[in-house]
């Protein structure tokens, strides 16, 4: 079992910067690729930002060049960088791993951006 903590959701003005974080614990030493997925009010999840183990990105194109995902192997902890946030970048944002038993997920951290 892996539990993933999320921290980081705050309400923003838009043009504003907030950085997400998301730590796992439990049976960490068998993740693999790590990311956010975002759900807005009456909308399906989608995909924000993935991270291999090795280091490799992959974002979803309404985000590109705004947010940026790393993590730290260390402290199995993944994070997002969120830069010029809009409205429509609300939503809940959940971290998940891959492990090679199943995917796991947070329990989700509120963005919301508004004047």
């Known amino acids: 079992q892996v539990q993933l903590v999320e921290s980081g959701g705050d309400l923003v003005q838009p043009g504003g910067s907030l950085k997400l974080s998301c730590a796992a614990s439990g049976s960490s030493r068998t993740i693999s690729t790590m990311g956010w997925y975002r759900q807005a009010p009456g909308k399906q999840r989608k995909s924000v930002a993935t991270i291999t183990s090795g280091g490799s990105t992959d974002y979803a194109d309404s985000v590109k060049g705004r947010f940026t995902i790393s993590r730290d192997n260390a402290k199995n902890t993944v994070y997002l960088q969120m830069n010029n946030l809009t409205p429509e970048d609300t939503a809940v944002y959940y971290c998940?791993?891959?492990?090679?038993?199943?995917?796991?997920w947070g329990q989700g951290t509120q963005v919301t951006v508004s004047s």
């Open positions: 998940y791993c891959n492990t090679a038993v199943r995917r796991f």
